[in-house]
């Protein structure tokens, strides 16, 4: 009964995900408004995972083996170091419809991320559905941290990721110092957010924030393509409403990849639900190695204009993955 019940609204999502999310703007929220930004120091703080040829995080690099460049400009490293920089991570949890059956086994994966943070790192968790909860604020107390997963984190309908990226980026990381990044668990697909993917994606750059998600699209589409994509499936007649739902979810997550690897994080898509905590522990092994570059950009120009950043390496067979720039609105950026 609970597959029917989640083809039909997953149906539903595709139909409303076509319409929403695109009318009713935030104040102040346009792609291109910079004023909310704030720079705390003259320095660049950023964060660089290597991978190996394998997608294996790359450890035992000497800053020798790390080019930075600004705007075509190489830049002059003044620090370089691993893990030792405290990490404010905000932990996105999906609640919509598509999680009635994964609930048990998001709570157990997201709790074990919570235990690979350290001491000095800060957590907050927030839920959304057809609204965006804080239910949790920082702290770095894991039994606070459990208790909020365990007790606050409860189901809803709709989803609103748009708005719960934008409003991580804008209300919780915008005003922290230091190392940012947000974990997001979603099915991919937003349907009733008020701002666009392209708002909550600038919002993340504003603030300085990396995002990860782990995608249950992949999963989704695969649970839908083999229960209503055959002629005599779960529901007959139902294979060409299928394939569209199946397409919609990896074109979703296509997009929402895109915008992990610009913020420098990336995406995780486990097939099935006992892999959660798996792509959680992968996510906290990679920001516990990421290497922290700093450095004082070239130009001193405070002209608001977006800075590339590229980052190369002089070892072969390696893969640099970092936030694609920042804005200039102040001496530097976090």
Not at 22 to 32: K, L, Q
């Amino acid at each position: 009964m609970w597959r029917k019940g989640l083809g039909i609204v997953l149906f539903l999502s595709i139909a409303a995900y076509g319409q929403s999310g695109r009318r009713v703007d935030f104040e102040a929220a346009g792609e291109e408004d910079t004023t909310v930004v704030k720079v705390k120091t003259s320095e660049v703080l950023l964060g660089v995972t290597v991978k190996n040829q394998y997608g294996r995080p790359a450890t035992g690099l000497s800053q020798q083996d790390f080019i930075v460049i600004e705007d075509g400009q190489r830049q002059q490293i003044t620090s370089f170091n691993v893990r030792e920089v405290p990490i404010n991570v905000v932990l996105l949890l999906d609640a919509s419809s598509s999680m009635f059956g994964k609930m048990r086994q998001v709570r157990m994966a997201a709790i074990k991320f919570i235990e690979q943070m350290r001491a000095q790192d800060k957590v907050a968790i927030v839920q959304f559905a057809e609204k965006v909860e804080l239910i949790q604020d920082w702290t770095s107390n894991r039994a606070d941290l459990r208790h909020a997963v365990n007790w606050r984190y409860r189901p809803g309908e709709t989803t609103n990721l748009w708005d719960a990226l934008y409003l991580a980026s804008e209300e919780l990381l915008s005003n922290v110092e230091g190392r940012k990044a947000i974990v997001v668990l979603t099915d991919c697909l937003d349907t009733t957010s008020k701002v666009t993917q392209q708002q909550a994606y600038w919002a993340a750059i504003r603030a300085g924030a990396s995002i990860y998600v782990i995608s249950e699209a992949s999963a989704l589409a695969s649970d839908v393509r083999r229960n209503y994509g055959g002629t005599a499936g779960t529901l007959a007649g139902t294979r060409m409403s299928a394939e569209a739902i199946a397409a919609q979810l990896l074109a979703a997550e296509r997009s929402l990849e895109e915008m992990a690897n610009r913020t420098g994080g990336g995406l995780f898509a486990p097939v099935d639900p006992t892999q959660l905590e798996q792509a959680y522990l992968q996510i906290a092994e990679e920001l516990k190695t990421q290497y922290l570059i700093t450095y004082i950009p070239s130009s001193d120009r405070i002209d608001g204009k977006f800075r590339t950043i590229k980052v190369l390496l002089t070892r072969p067979g390696l893969t640099a993955i970092h936030k694609e720039g920042y804005f200039a609105v102040g001496r530097g950026s976090g």
